[in-house]
């Protein structure tokens, strides 16, 4: 019998940790979430296995996605099949070429990686307060020969915004709930002339969809976009797992709703 890899050994230890709990439908969902999440993580060493890391769809299809997500799930990334109802709005971005794009909240830099392959003009702000997550961004802006024009760094202020006044400039932001304080247009009066993207952690700010909405009604063309799961990005070898399994390929491990905004500034 072959000895188990360090990830099953270490995710046994946890289940046997969440097994003292008591019994009670919270306790039963922590264990359920590991469990798929330690499922989705073979899954997606699978996905390599099948067909390396290059994304095979979706808009940054052919980006080589090399390393671990900073968070979240690898095997929707891998799958190009990540986010997938935003596929409209960041062709949209892409058509638009930017010349600048903020990246608040970065990760490993799916976007900002994907987008500076696909923006070849374009000047790209990749910010994260993590350096682990910096240290992943730098790894795959280099893997796709794009680390001359991924600016990463960490926090980014109101102040920052100011570089929106002077030039055409979209904004994504992800910064688990951290979006409530910064996109703030009375403290930052840049945002006022910017395109924004953010996605909205309902979850940690009951209401904060709608009051973002407000917010920003005056100065954007606000659309909401919800979350959907991309079934035809699936591989043809899927069809040989069980039906958990693809959903778990496409499962991007949020434990509640998180909505985009697009938020276009009336010119």
């Known amino acids: 019998m072959a000895e188990p890899t360090e990830l099953t050994r270490k995710a046994m230890a946890e289940l046997q940790r ?29 996905v390599v296995h099948h067909s390396g890391t290059r994304l095979p769809s979706g808009p940054f299809a052919g980006m080589d996605y090399a390393v671990r997500a900073a968070e979240g799930a690898r095997a929707a990334r891998l799958l190009g099949a990540y986010e997938a109802s935003l596929d409209p709005v960041i062709e949209t971005i892409i058509a638009r070429a930017y010349p600048l794009v903020i990246d608040i909240g970065c990760a490993e830099g799916f976007y900002a990686v994907g987008l500076a392959r696909r923006m070849a003009q374009s000047r790209i702000l990749a910010r994260d307060i993590s350096p682990r997550a910096q240290a992943l961004c730098r790894a795959l802006a280099a893997a796709n020969g794009v680390a001359d024009r991924v600016e990463i ?11 929106a006044l002077g030039q055409p400039t979209v904004i994504l932001c992800d910064i688990e709930g951290g979006e409530a304080e910064l996109l703030n247009p009375i403290a930052a009066p840049g945002l006022l002339a910017a395109d924004i993207l953010v996605e909205v952690h309902e979850g940690l700010h009951p209401g904060l969809t709608n009051a973002l909405t407000a917010r920003f009604a005056a100065s954007h063309r606000v659309t909401r976009i919800d979350r959907r799961l991309a079934v035809d990005r699936l591989p043809d070898w899927a069809e040989s797992l069980s039906d958990l399994d693809r959903l778990l390929l496409l499962w991007e491990w949020r434990s509640a709703p998180t909505p985009w905004l697009w938020m276009e500034h009336r010119t």
């Not at 969440?18 to 699978?46: D, G, V, Y």
């Not at 760094?153 to 570089?163: E, K, M, P, S, V």
């Open 18 to 46: 969440l097994a003292t709990a008591p019994a009670s439908p919270e306790a039963l969902h922590r264990t359920l979430r590991f469990l798929a999440k330690w499922r989705a993580q073979l899954l997606a060493n699978t």
């Open 153 to 163: 760094g960490g926090a980014i202020d109101h102040g920052d915004f100011a570089l």
